[in-house]
């Protein structure tokens, strides 16, 4: 199974955590993994890439954490919500692959 964790300062998401595999499929055959993978990727590309956010992404074999540093553009924090989004419908549309947790923590330092 699929873990997202995502940590929430209040209304914003501030970071996220992925690890895990969906074993909805055959390695390389699964959709579900294929899709996390793809939707992480142009989150991350697209919070450090195409907003310039100097977020700390730490890819190991098999765990991605995306944290945004404080003060962040808006726009750095709805990707995250939109993340959010595509792994709920994901864990609605593929049952038992993808487990969703949502942590609130006050006054977050990914330091």
Same mark, same amino acid.
């Given at each position: 199974?699929?873990? *997202? @964790?995502?940590?929430? /300062?209040?209304?914003? !998401?501030?970071?996220?955590?992925?690890? +895990?595999?969906?074993?909805?499929?055959?390695?390389?055959?699964?959709?579900?993994?294929?899709?996390?993978?793809?939707?992480?990727?142009?989150?991350?590309?697209?919070?450090?890439?195409?907003?310039?956010?100097? *977020? @700390?992404?730490?890819? /190991?074999?098999?765990? !991605?954490?995306?944290?945004?540093?404080? +003060?962040?553009?808006?726009?750095?924090?709805?990707?995250?919500?939109?993340?959010?989004?595509?792994?709920?419908?994901?864990?609605?549309?593929?049952?038992?692959?993808?487990?969703?947790?949502?942590?609130?923590?006050?006054?977050?330092?990914?330091?």
């Amino acid at each position: 199974m699929i873990t *997202a @964790k995502f940590l929430k /300062d209040g209304d914003r !998401i501030r970071a996220v955590s992925v690890y +895990g595999h969906a074993d909805y499929s055959d390695e390389g055959m699964d959709i579900v993994c294929a899709s996390v993978s793809s939707s992480l990727q142009t989150i991350a590309n697209g919070i450090t890439e195409v907003l310039q956010v100097a *977020a @700390k992404v730490c890819v /190991d074999e098999n765990l !991605i954490e995306i944290n945004l540093p404080e +003060g962040s553009m808006p726009s750095a924090y709805d990707f995250l919500e939109a993340f959010e989004l595509q792994m709920s419908i994901l864990s609605e549309d593929y049952p038992g692959t993808i487990q969703l947790s949502i942590l609130e923590v006050q006054h977050y330092d990914p330091h």
